[in-house]
């Protein structure tokens, strides 16, 4: 029998606001522990709560964004629960009216898209956090994060496999990171998220019974945990076994999920509004005023780079994955730049550097004139591309243009057609044996002659005008 997985997300995102959600205190991360607190979050008695108001406004962006209903009306609620990081012994939260109902957002895998529909977004406060390590047989609580605005996404169950539900978070946190208001940095938690999971036949319309898997904070292990979870549960399943609704964490160190707590079909959380906040009233003008001010968004900015530069879906998909990567591309363009071949050095050069620093392009050592300019030479014949590889290299590294690294290297390409000759003559000389099998037919060996010259011209010889060449002296 053949199963498929039911996954839902429930993403939350820590919201970019200067302050907490209910106080003065700032949000900044880092911060020696304990140091951004005050009597509202640290739940001293008799103090009153004030509501963010750029937090309110972040979320309803996000709304807007990703195609939810705004609420006109909503309101705060207190959840009920005893945890040692929340120290009011309840948490602020929105149940029955929040601020965003339903809404969606389309991934793309292999070039075909597929809409994950959104079920509510809402707004909430951060608990604290817990440290165990280093701390003996004890734990130690830090408050820094408790208030800390937090927005909830929340997934309808339309997930059907690991790599779906990493496409939406990758797609999600773009659009996040596109609309500045969160900075989708994983490591640091300001962007999690918690998994539903069940399988079932296929062509069963009914959900089986559902694990969760808690707190994943990178693409990989949400695609680790998820594929590991789906094979439990389907061995489980086929042996006759009974799954446990339950709580799990993903274990990367030994690429398990491991049971955390039973749970049963609904925590009693004793939801009931909260009596020290006013209903958040978000009329039209304001939500008008939101809406106006919406940026271009990832899939408007990548059907645009297909349209207006003629670029490949794949290129366009990896140029507006980042905000400040598409606006780097469209600088080169705006200079001047070809936008394929841009686009190919991005992917291709760039990127590997990049990667292998671990840096985003806001941290590139390497300004986009500086690219164009490179460019410009391979256009105009004075470098030729494989030279081009080594002074991209060059640029990357010392922060210099590719007209003095070209200079100072002595890079300049040899186009003057009876060096070039001479440097083909002397190739066909030393190989002939090579040179009799290629005018018998086997033309493979033209890239062997090609090779020999540029190691001959230290990589210098113009290609073009060495294969023109080459033709011309092997044809019987």
């Given at each position: ?31 020696e522990p ?23 406004e ?14 006109q ?23 029955e009216?929040?601020l965003?109902?339903g ?11 597929k809409r994950?529909?959104?079920t509510r ?16 047989s ?15 996404i ?12 990493v ?22 938690g300001?962007?999690r998220?918690?998994?539903n999971?069940s399988?079932?036949p ?10 969760e ?10 695609e680790k945990?998820?594929e ?26 030994k690429?398990?999920?491991?049971s ?18 006013v ?12 809406k ?12 645009r ?18 905000k ?9 363009v705006?200079?001047?730049g ?8 991005i ?10 620093e ?5 941290e590139?050592?390497?300004k986009?004139?500086?690219l164009i ?18 002074v991209?290299?060059e ?6 243009d ?5 200079k ?7 186009t003057?057609?009876g ?7 002397e190739?066909i000389?030393?190989?002939?044996k ?10 493979k060996?033209l ?8 190691k001959?011209?230290k ?17 019987p």
């Amino acid at each position: 029998m053949q199963y498929e997985a039911v996954i839902g997300l429930e993403i939350h995102s820590q919201l970019l606001t200067e302050s907490k959600m209910f106080c003065g205190c700032s949000t900044r991360f880092g911060s020696e522990p304990n140091t951004q607190t005050c009597p509202v979050c640290i739940g001293m008695p008799g103090v009153l709560p004030v509501t963010n108001k750029k937090a309110v406004e972040y979320v309803i962006k996000t709304g807007l964004a990703v195609n939810c209903e705004i609420s006109q009306h909503s309101r705060f609620a207190r959840k009920n629960y005893f945890y040692p990081d929340l120290p009011k012994g309840y948490q602020i939260s929105q149940y029955e009216l929040p601020l965003c109902i339903g809404g969606y957002v389309d991934i793309y895998i292999d070039e075909s898209s597929k809409r994950i529909g959104l079920t509510r977004i809402h707004l909430e406060e951060d608990a604290g956090k817990n440290i165990h390590e280093g701390a003996g047989s004890y734990s130690l609580v830090d408050l820094n994060r408790a208030g800390t605005p937090l927005m909830e996404i929340v997934t309808e169950p339309d997930i059907r496999s690991p790599r779906e539900a990493v496409e939406f978070m990758k797609k999600l946190r773009a659009i996040l990171r596109y609309l500045g208001v969160c900075d989708g940095n994983m490591e640091q938690g300001s962007l999690r998220c918690d998994a539903n999971v069940s399988v079932r036949p296929v062509g069963q319309k009914e959900f089986g019974v559902k694990t969760e898997i808690k707190n994943m904070n990178s693409f990989r292990f949400i695609e680790k945990a998820l594929e590991y979870e789906i094979k439990r549960q389907i061995k489980l399943v086929q042996s006759g076994e009974r799954i446990i609704q339950e709580t799990r964490l993903w274990d990367s160190q030994k690429g398990v999920t491991e049971s955390m707590r039973s749970k049963e079909e609904a925590h009693d959380y004793r939801y009931f509004p909260e009596p020290d906040l006013v209903p958040v009233d978000a009329d039209s003008a304001w939500i008008n005023d939101i809406k106006a001010g919406l940026v271009e968004l990832p899939d408007e900015k990548r059907n645009r780079f297909i349209n207006k530069y003629n670029l490949p879906v794949h290129d366009s998909d990896l140029l507006t994955s980042e905000k400040a990567m598409s606006e780097w591309f469209e600088e080169g363009v705006r200079l001047g730049g070809e936008p394929k071949a841009l686009s190919n050095w991005i992917m291709s050069e760039l990127m590997k550097f990049l990667n292998e620093e671990n840096k985003s392009i806001e941290e590139c050592p390497l300004k986009i004139e500086g690219l164009i300019g490179l460019l410009r030479l391979i256009d105009t014949n004075v470098i030729s591309g494989k030279i081009a590889k080594t002074v991209f290299e060059e640029m990357y590294k010392t922060g210099k243009d590719a007209e003095t690294i070209v200079k100072e290297k002595g890079l300049v390409q040899i186009t003057d057609e009876g060096a070039i000759e001479k440097a083909v003559d002397e190739a066909i000389a030393g190989n002939p044996k090579e040179a009799e099998r290629f005018k018998a037919g086997d033309e493979k060996l033209l890239g062997f002659f090609v090779g020999q010259i540029m190691k001959a011209t230290k990589g210098k010889a113009n290609p073009q005008i060495v294969n023109q060449l080459l033709k011309k002296k092997l044809s019987p």
